[in-house]
């Protein structure tokens, strides 16, 4: 209560709280709402008005970053007029927008428009409530009865003057330069399907012709030529109004659009020969390894066991008995005992006790570097297991009577041997050459040990022969030792790679598979849609839909080498894991959708016309051109166009203050040809070449347009008014009243 009886920027609030016997409006938490109260859309708005001022100048700034500084600057604001928060705010969001590019210097030079929704705009909805439904009304009619009022403030004497955060803004400027209003009937009275979807598909449209860059030829001054910007239908605006006849005291001030389009679905057509395409991938899952093309698989790849073995002994130097005097090696051993090896037979401990095991080491290291380590040279050829195996997958993969799904059952698989079985065999297989080495490597402990004592007890008869046998016993050892060390080495480097193999399945061809059968649901679902789809939008008219095209296209999917389509596929999104490993759409779709753009681009880049002759099985040009006049032109665009508005019975639009546009792929003989001769019946239209190479569309433009022609007002007056409706209504620290 406190918060709202001293706040300056709040005393025309008729809150409960601060009106006498609380004869006024329920103000509940943010998060609440506006409730359907203009008002509380309002102090919602304006309690924050200070931070959206900020915020939008932060927005201007940045997108004029690194523009020059006479480059356009365009502000449109978007809005209902019958709910509480858009209703409740769009004044004051028109006038705050105005004070934040005058603190930035840019006012004069800045163009704003409004794009503002009529009430039956939300009414078109079928799941509204009476109660709602009365709400709209009553919002509406006080939001229309606002922005009449402000959009010739200085004509009645008035100005806008309001407390902000901070601020005040005192101006009897309208809210914005042009000001459309849209409804979801049509001036000629039709009712428009979805009329909500389809007024924002013409409010949509529209900007979006602003914002889209104009074809200019090559040549020509950008200045002079016919671009169509918000600049130059403004200095068109004054011109039209100046035209129409004002039969009734009134601002002729608001401006109506209409938009229409016809779009060849190039997308469709795409997702249509794709899902063709990846019907093939279907035979591929049937494909799983035999455990004759396992056995081959590891023969080519140097994986056998033996392979595995002769690789890890790879450089291993032999241990050979140093040619030593027995008599220097008989006082070297007294007082031995028989874990220590005299020095005079260092270098053969040397090369048992750190040559042998540095290099097991280092071949163990190499055989069980990761593919990312595996950089360099012929992965055919690597060191690195693992690499070996990965290379020649990726050639499986790619290959038409394999594929990716049998790569990845050679590593693991729940209906064959795989690679994980084969090294469970290997393990055990190792396992059990350890254990009789070390079971060896015992035998020859005790007899190192006995034949060193027997060379210490011996005499100048059999010392010499005794001094051999230790030096065997010794070198037994040794060899035993290096068995037991080779064949540990051997399981640590078989573990490792079936930790690898199971991660290389794991995170790259379990998730590969993932994505492959989405992608392949995906476009199966997308075929059935498509084949069943006729028009998906009752806006944008589709030029032919997949029907019309089907055969065409099929004929089309019998000329292409379907099984090498798909191994370039599989290959290219093998090698470009980063698409799709997160298996996130988001990544996997555009990355898709851009390959097979430019791998059917012999089929994505026929034009319209292409596709016209197509639809109208000639090639004739004047038959071409006419077709395209008479049917699209005039049936589809000239017809669908027509501005929105729900026009009264006592006014009528006056063709004179009409402007429209029709943008056509520049470039484009035919659809020229029928361009020129439509505008040369209708002067009031304008052509523009477009670089939107799929669709003709139609704006039309009319001004000069009085908020009473709005049939809708009639309706809404009567409706039961309610407190909160309108921004002014007497409080008690504000006594202005704009219902009066």
């Keep these: 209560y406190t918060t709202l009886f001293r706040s300056p920027s709040l005393q025309w609030l008729k809150a409960s709280s601060t009106q006498p016997r609380g004869s006024g409006i329920q103000i509940l938490n943010a998060e609440a709402g ?100 009365d709400n709209i009304c009553c919002n509406g009619y006080a939001s229309m009865v606002e922005l009449d009022h402000c959009m010739n403030l200085e004509a009645n004497g008035d100005e806008w003057n309001q407390q902000y955060d901070g601020f005040s803004i005192r101006t009897s400027a309208p809210p914005v330069k042009l000001t459309y209003l849209l409804s979801a009937t049509n001036a000629e009275g039709k009712v428009m399907s979805n009329g909500y979807d389809y007024a924002m598909h013409v409010a949509t449209d529209f900007v979006m012709e602003f914002l889209m860059k104009p074809y200019i030829p090559e040549g020509e001054d950008a200045d002079k030529a016919n671009v169509f910007t918000i600049e130059s239908l403004i200095s068109n605006v004054r011109t039209l109004i100046s035209r129409t006849k004002k039969e009734h005291g009134a601002a002729y001030e608001y401006c109506l659009i209409g938009a229409s389009n016809v779009h060849m679905p190039y997308k469709q057509v795409t997702t249509y020969l794709v899902s063709k395409i990846f019907e093939g991938f279907g035979n591929l899952k049937q494909q799983v390894p035999t455990a004759s093309d396992v056995d081959n698989f590891l023969s080519s790849k140097a994986l056998t066991l033996n392979d595995i073995h002769m690789q890890l002994v790879k450089g291993m130097p032999s ?135 027997k060379f210490q007890n011996s005499n100048k008869f059999n010392r010499k022969s005794l001094a051999k046998n230790y030096l065997d016993s010794v070198r037994a050892f040794y060899v035993n030792r290096a068995e037991a060390k080779k064949n540990e080495t051997l399981k640590e480097v078989i573990n490792g790679l079936k930790l690898q193999v199971e991660n290389l399945y794991d995170n790259f061809y379990a998730p590969f598979h993932r994505v492959m059968k989405e992608l392949e649901k995906t476009f199966s679902d997308n075929l059935e849609t498509l084949s069943k789809m006729n028009q998906t939008s009752n806006y944008s008219q589709a030029l032919m839909t997949i029907a019309n095209l089907k055969n065409s296209l099929d004929a089309s999917i019998k000329q292409m080498k379907i099984p090498s389509l798909i191994q370039n596929f599989i290959n290219f999104m093998l090698h470009n894991k980063k698409i799709w490993i997160s298996e996130a759409e988001k990544d996997i779709a555009p990355a898709v959708s851009s390959y097979f753009l430019k791998v059917l681009h012999d089929y994505t880049n026929l034009t319209m016309t292409d596709y016209l002759r ?87 433009f009319q001004c000069g347009i009085p908020m009473f022609a709005y049939k809708g007002i009639e309706n809404y007056q009567k409706v039961k008014k309610t407190i909160g409706s309108y921004s002014y209504e007497g409080a008690t620290g504000d006594p202005r009243d704009w219902r009066e």
């Excluded at 500084?69 to 928060?85: E, K, Y």
């Excluded at 004047?622 to 508005?645: G, R």
């Design 34 to 133: 506006a409730g359907g109260v203009r008002q509380v859309g309002r102090f919602l708005l304006i309690r924050e008005s200070r931070k959206f001022v900020d915020r939008l100048s932060e927005l201007i700034r940045g997108a004029r970053t690194n523009l020059p500084s006479g480059a356009s600057l365009n502000i449109h604001v978007f809005s209902g007029l019958g709910g509480g928060t858009g209703a409740g705010t769009f004044l004051d969001v028109c006038y705050l927008v105005q004070h934040a590019l005058n603190q930035l210097g840019l006012g004069g030079s800045a163009q704003t428009c409004g794009f503002f929704f009529l009430p039956d705009v939300n009414l078109s909805k079928s799941n509204l409530n009476q109660q709602t439904r």
């Design 319 to 453: 241990i050979i008995i140093p040619d030593v005097d027995y008599k220097m090696l008989y006082d070297a051993v007294q007082g031995l005992t028989s874990n220590t090896i005299p020095d005079l037979l260092g270098k053969m401990r040397d090369v048992a006790e750190k040559k042998i095991p540095g290099l097991l080491e280092q071949n163990k290291k190499d055989m069980l570097q990761g593919l990312e380590q595996n950089t360099a040279g012929n992965a055919n050829n690597a060191s690195s297991l693992i690499t070996r195996i990965q290379a020649e997958l990726l050639v499986l993969a790619t290959q038409a009577d394999r594929g990716p799904y049998f790569a990845g059952a050679i590593l693991h698989s729940n209906k064959a041997v795989d690679l994980e079985n084969v090294l469970d065999g290997y393990w055990k297989t190792v396992d059990n050459s350890l254990q009789l080495a070390k079971m060896d490597l015992q035998v020859s402990i005790e007899q190192m040990d006995s034949a060193l004592i």
């Design 614 to 700: 197509i639809k109208y099985g000639t090639d004739n040009p004047e038959s071409l051109s006419a077709k395209v006049k008479n049917d699209i032109l005039v049936q589809q665009c000239q017809a669908n166009a027509v501005p929105l508005f729900w026009l009264n019975g006592i006014f009528s639009i006056d063709p004179n203050s009409q402007l429209g546009f029709c943008s056509i792929p520049h470039g484009d003989g035919i659809i020229e040809q029928a361009a020129n001769d439509y505008i040369s019946e209708h002067s009031n239209i304008t052509i523009r070449p477009s670089y939107n190479s799929d669709r003709i569309s139609f704006l039309i």
